[in-house]
């Protein structure tokens, strides 16, 4: 009787095993519903800083994690700025001065038009899997979901993050919340991600709050307008010429 009950009861944890995914196929999950062969977009930055809130509007086209090009639309004083990334490098053209500048080496942690984003975040690699290996180390609810704990650790030292911990819907596998912290431990940022949509055969979040820990401010909201993914774009587009 007792050989019985334990071979029943390694049977039912094998079983439960099973049917818990690895860390790497979480993420396998995440990278089939984030990343794309191109996308465009039209979205909203609604900044909310110490002392104002300022909104900003843009249209994005990008191919894969290696190319992408920005328009800012609105307000008036951002209106005609352009940002191309091709691969790790990124341009800026500003109409003001009518000059495209190369962000580069320390300038690439600075605040994206003041906002809780680095530029470093916005050249940030799409596929998970790529960058990092990760573990299953727990589950939670958020926001009523049923999701896995994932702690995430950098492949390589030149990862904007080394430490990341996502918060993953077992349903439909998208983050609804990560924190990203340094080497050392530190929290540096928190985002929230809500809005899920169904759209074709992926899950994407529509709105994410983004939270640098270390300035003061509510965060930035990035809400997306319209998307749509894998659509033929121009080349034209990500090259330095149409930045002007």
């Not at 000059?99 to 596929?127: A, F």
């Amino acid at each position: 009787m007792k050989t019985l009950i334990t071979i029943l009861l390694l049977t039912g944890s094998c079983l439960i095993q099973a049917q818990n995914p690895t860390g790497k196929e979480i993420l396998e999950k995440i990278d089939k519903n984030m990343a794309s062969k191109s996308t465009i977009s039209t979205s909203k930055m609604i900044i909310h800083g110490a002392r104002q809130i300022r909104t900003i509007e843009a249209k994005s086209w990008g191919i894969g994690d290696e190319k992408s090009f920005t328009e800012y639309l609105a307000p008036a004083r951002e209106k005609g700025t352009k940002m191309l990334k091709l691969e790790d490098e990124l341009w800026i053209y500003s109409p003001g001065s009518d000059r495209i500048i190369k962000i580069s080496g320390h300038m690439l942690k600075q605040s994206l038009m003041g906002s809780d984003l680095s530029y470093e975040d916005m050249m940030d690699n799409v596929k998970l899997l790529e960058d990092y290996d990760a573990v299953v180390i727990g589950s939670e609810l958020i926001d009523e979901r049923d999701c896995w704990i994932v702690e995430l650790q950098a492949k390589t030292a030149e990862v904007n993050y080394q430490i990341r911990k996502i918060w993953v819907d077992k349903v439909r596998y998208i983050p609804l919340k990560e924190e990203l912290y340094a080497k050392s431990g530190k929290l540096l940022k928190r985002t929230e991600l809500s809005n899920i949509t169904r759209i074709g055969n992926r899950w994407y979040p529509k709105k994410i709050v983004f939270k640098d820990m270390l300035k003061k401010g509510d965060g930035t909201e990035f809400i997306i307008d319209e998307i749509e993914f894998d659509k033929e774009i121009d080349e034209y587009i990500f090259t330095k010429a149409s930045l002007k």
